[in-house]
């Protein structure tokens, strides 16, 4: 049954069937090859249940809070004034690349949304600049994948959902975590251009008056950022209510910014139910999958066969990195916490795991596979900005900040206080 489904997986994903319908296929097939009873009846209900989970509404309305950053233009001024804090580092913009994405990840929770609002404003400075071309790229698609690990996001929310854990807890947890991985990521950049000083381009300078005059670029996303985990911390709002609140913020802004119109609410309605149904029906598609494979007793099998391997919690950790990082290569990240983590997350707290610290290394994990070829969506949505040119750029770009991702593992494995630092003061 392992064989049977994980071979039918790959064929799905391999004849280019998107993800969320290749894992509704893959239940559509099991069903009939190992089960008595016709689970695909239970399909209705099975989507009702899982859509109708109060904490998922929190998704499209992170989703349209991103949405509306990016249309009302605050994406370009954040980045106008990251650019002249950060462009005296060796490698330039590459830093404000990384520094408007840990801002912008503060405020959407979604990765391929702040790839695509950070890279739309940046990749125009390339040529502009006289930048090593490759690693302007990865820096984008890497400064991407913290859209969901700094709070608020979307994929901590979906983790909460599955373990039962607490999501204010999970967004604790995040915040050392993710900024200290922004910091590896720009260490790479200038580790890198130190070593080939042309592939930082041309010198931007900027004066400190014209510093401190862009620093009221910065405070419209800040505001955002206070006003959604604030409201959550002060036990004034759930993270769904928060996400409300902070696309009313964002709606109020864009109004005072002049930017509010009814073409721009078009445009942030069609990109939030266009991101929302795919996110959906990924979710609907991998929890009929997970029920049939619980059913058939394939979670069972898979279950038996890691806990009989009688491995140490040292030995399991690196078995499920080596796991993720391979299943990465092939899987879209969300759909791949909802497949794995029922199975991953009961074996791993058997071991003694926090499910709170588990949560921020699976999630670290899964950014990995955001930038891994060949189906890392980060590396599609930069290719996708540039209009031209070879995906090997993007590809070869982002594997520096492959390794920052994997020493960021490796810290939190060896000093698990970077995740549950935040939490224990607070809890």
Known sequence: MIATTLILLLVLIGISIPVGAALGVLGLLLDPLFSMLPLSRALGELSWSTSNEFLLVAIPLFVMLGEILLRAGFAERMYAAMSQWLSWLPGGLMHANIGASTLFAATSGSSVATAATVGTVAIPQIKRYGYNEPLFLGSIAAGGTLGILIPPSINLVIYGVLTNSSVPQLYLAGFIPGFALAVLFMAIVIIACLVKPEWGGQRITATWGERVAGLKHLLPPLGIFLMVVGSIYAGLATPTEAAALGVFGALILAAIFKRLNLRMLREVMEGTMRSTAMIMLIVVAASFLNFVMAATGVTTALTESISGLGLSPGWMLLVVVIFYVVLGCFMETLSMMIVTIPIVAPIMVGLGYDPIWLGIVIVVLVETALITPPVGMN?????????????????????????????????????????????????
Do not use: D, E, H, T
């Open 379 to 427: 590396l599609f949505v930069v290719q996708s900005l540039r209009k031209g040119g070879s995906m090997n750029a993007v590809i070869l770009g982002s594997l520096p900040f492959v390794f920052a991702l994997f020493a960021m593992v490796a810290l939190l494995a060896f000093f698990p206080g970077l995740a549950m630092w935040l939490p224990g003061i607070v809890g």
